[in-house]
T-cell receptor, first 115, second 113 residues
């Protein structure tokens, strides 16, 4: 079945470490997105990519980095510059077509905790 | 910029009753899409229903229906015959063409047995 796989489900980071969250999709979607969700809060956009080798900052990109070397993969790195990284991270994808509008398909998320 | 507002941070309803979640949005576009997503305790985001702005008929998916008022920029979600499994965070979202989805802040729905 097609879908989005996020790994790991739980991740622990020590102070000063960089960590990378994985997001892989086999839906042949062009666009991919990373969101952060804090407890009881809505979704805030970190980065997004509409095509391979291109990506744009979202609303809260500081302290994060991404790459998009393959259509299927959009990893997110949480750097040591991110002062409050403890949160739930959601990856999503969507077809990218100016002639149509689609909703997003979401992964199951990664819970990152700073220890 | 487009914005989506959910004015009810929390709602509760008795099992088997009907509940309506509110959503308003702001846009200058005429042809766009609106969505309701459900996030249960598992935190998996699930698409509940979507509405194309050019369609006057309100979308319906089983027990879920919307009241789309384009002139008022209102997009409420009605859940009929509420079930315990409906307990979740519900997010309203807007999308214009290939642009990013814009989410509201969410409404936490509790179902009382």
């Amino acid at each position: 079945d097609g879908g989005i796989t996020q790994s790991p489900k739980y991740l622990f980071r020590k102070e000063g470490q960089n960590v990378t969250l994985s997001c892989e999709q086999n839906l042949n979607h062009d666009a991919m997105y990373w969101y952060r969700q804090d407890p009881g809060q809505g979704l805030r956009l970190i980065y997004y990519s509409q095509i391979v080798n291109d990506f744009q900052k979202g609303d809260i990109a500081e302290g994060y980095s991404v790459s998009r070397e393959k259509k299927e993969s959009f990893p997110l790195t949480v750097t040591s510059a991110q002062k409050n990284p403890t949160a739930f991270y959601l990856c999503a994808s969507s077809p990218y077509d100016f002639g149509q509008t689609y909703g997003y398909t979401f992964g199951s998320g990664t819970r990152l905790t700073v220890v | 910029a487009q914005t989506v507002t959910q004015s009810q941070p929390e709602m509760s309803v008795q099992e088997a009753e009907t509940v309506t979640l509110s959503c308003t949005y702001d846009t200058s576009e005429s042809d766009y899409y609106l969505f309701w997503y459900k996030q249960p305790p598992s935190r998996q985001m699930i698409l509940v229903i979507r509405q194309e702005a050019y369609k006057q008929q309100n979308a319906t998916e089983n027990r879920f229906s919307v009241n789309f008022q384009k002139a008022a920029k209102s997009f409420s979600l009605k859940i009929s015959d509420s079930q315990l499994g409906d307990a979740a965070m519900y997010f309203c979202a807007y999308r214009y063409g290939a642009q990013k989805l814009v989410f509201g802040q969410g409404t936490r729905l509790t179902i009382n047995p």
